[in-house]
């Protein structure tokens, strides 16, 4: 199994209180993502790095930003939470070789209410 | 733009039933790579199978097989003699080559009974 660990695993917080996810590999990939999860939307890209540093948006980046100042860690931060982020969040890793497949982490449930 | 279409939304089948999911993708990329992704009820995402482009051969693994078709754009999903494990939500996704990063269909919810 690829090494990625996501904490927290659960979190409930209130609207307009900021918010970390925070996703920690030990494979040394290049690339890592954030998805959400959502019913009727299946997976969505909220914001990816390709490296220390360098990330860019996805579909549904607004309400989030991004910080990646390690290889192994990538941030995700909701600003100020709103009902309407309240999904399962995916962080995944890729090495971007020509075999590359995508690895997941856990999800965490977020919930904001 | 790319695209992933899965228009099953849910699949009931009674095990040992064999079962098809359908992926049909838009791209104008000429590389490009095919995935699928399997979501049990424990909620994790667990890699399939991945074909790019070039390679139309299609593959079988166990109970498991893809038949990968440009002309129609479609890498269809079939598992044979179905059984309650299978039971889950199947994700088909797109890479382009010029992308580093997978746009998924909606997903297809397969429950197999006995």
């Known amino acids: 199994d690829a090494g990625i660990t996501q904490s927290p695993r659960h979190k409930v917080t209130e609207t307009g209180t900021p918010v970390t996810l925070r996703c920690h590999q030990t494979?040394?990939?290049?690339?890592m993502y954030w998805y959400r999860q959502d019913p009727g939307h299946g997976l969505r890209l909220i914001h990816y790095?390709?490296?220390?540093?360098?990330?860019d948006k996805g579909e549904v980046s607004d309400g989030y930003s991004v910080s990646r100042s390690k290889t192994e860690d990538f941030l995700l931060t909701l600003e100020s939470a709103t009902s309407s982020q309240t999904s399962v969040y995916f962080c995944a890793i890729s090495s971007g070789d020509r075999n590359e497949k995508l690895f997941f982490g856990s999800g965490t449930q977020l919930s904001v209410l | 733009a790319q695209k992933v279409t899965q228009a099953q939304t849910e699949i009931s089948v009674v095990e040992k039933e064999d079962v098809t999911l359908d992926c049909v993708y838009e791209t104008r990329d000429t590389t490009y790579y095919l995935f699928w992704y399997k979501q049990p009820p424990s909620g994790e995402l667990v890699f399939l199978i991945r074909?790019?482009?070039?390679?139309?051969q299609n593959e079988i693994s166990g109970r498991y097989s893809w038949n990968f078709q440009k002309s129609t754009s479609s890498f269809n999903f079939t598992i044979t003699a179905s059984q309650v494990v299978d039971s889950a939500v199947y994700f088909c996704a797109l890479r382009t080559g010029t992308a580093s990063k997978l746009t998924f269909g909606t997903g297809t919810r397969l429950q197999v009974t006995l």
């Open positions: 494979e040394n990939h290049r690339y």
């Open positions: 790095s390709y490296g220390v540093k360098d990330t």
């Open positions: 074909r790019n482009s070039f390679d139309e």
